[in-house]
């Protein structure tokens, strides 16, 4: 049983490759909750009411699906409960989540930590971080058309994405689950043949040198 994990900011195609990974590999994908999540357009038009709702949202899910993804069979998740706080510690920095919530979500991530630790599978076999400079981010974004991500005429979203890509490289660095590798997207179009056999070459490298493959 293979796990894999992909993280990065807002817009970095971690769907994207999800979809067409898990297709060539065979396994099963696990998408993170976007289209479908209640919580999410309400958070883009008052984000200091609903952040922490959102975030509470999103570890549940999360959690729900690290879970299974351990348990089950092979499967690719495009995002996981590894780098949810981040999300969180940003959106306290920047007021959306006050001290005290910022504590007690600390303690709910904790305990959730612990369950899973309690697995036959601890963590994943490797987390594949997609990096990105905020113009290529911020492009994807404007691409791929969701109007509640677009930051025309509102600032204070457009310094949540600056501070989360910001912070996404320290995030990366610290990350000690597992094994773990970085594939640069400036220059990458995955829907793209030749660019999707290169980055597939990279992901097939790490896996046999870590014997998945």
Known sequence: M???VLSGPVGAGKSSLTAILSKYLGTKPFYESVDDNP???LFYKDPLKYTYLLQLFFLNTRFHSIKKALS???NVLD???YEDALFTYINTIQGSISQEEYAIYLELLDNMMEEIDALPKKAPDLLIYLDGSFE???DNIQKRGRSYEQVDDNPELLAYYKLLHQ???QW??????GPK???STDDLDIAQEADWQKAFGLIEQEMKKLGLR
């Not at 990366?172 to 689950?177: A, G, I, M, R, S």
């Open 39 to 41: 919580v999410l357009p």
């Open 136 to 138: 290529t981010i911020m």
């Open 181 to 183: 590798m970085k594939i």
């Open 167 to 169: 912070h996404y490289g």
């Open 172 to 177: 990366y660095e610290d990350y000690n689950y």
């Open 2 to 4: 293979t796990v894999i």
């Open 72 to 74: 089950d069979d092979n």
């Open 79 to 81: 995002r996981s409960i």
